[in-house]
C-alpha cells in the first residue's frame, strides 16, 4: 500500500513524505525506517500514549 502513496505522491509533484511516529510507537518506527524514512527532527517533551514523557531524547520502550 505504501508504494502506491509513494507513487502517487511523486506524480502529484511531492519530493517529500513527512511522517509523525510517537518515540514509544517502537514497531512504527521500524515500519517507517524500514520504507526508507529517516529522522530529521525530534519534539521532545511530547506526551505520549501512556502519559509519559520523555526527557532527552530518551526512547521509551
Known amino acids: 500500500m505504501f508504494a502506491a502513496t509513494r507513487y502517487r ?3 502529484l509533484g511531492f519530493t517529500v ?8 510507537n517502537v514497531p512504527g518506527l521500524a515500519y ?7 529522522e530529521y527532527k525530534v519534539d521532545a517533551d511530547v ?5 509519559q514523557v520523555p ?3 530518551q526512547q521509551i520502550q
Open 9 to 11: 505522491a511523486a506524480m
Open 17 to 24: 513524505i513527512n511522517a509523525t511516529i510517537r518515540a514509544d
Open 32 to 38: 517507517y525506517a524500514k520504507m526508507g524514512f529517516r
Open 47 to 51: 506526551h505520549l500514549a501512556r502519559g
Open 55 to 57: 526527557r532527552g531524547g
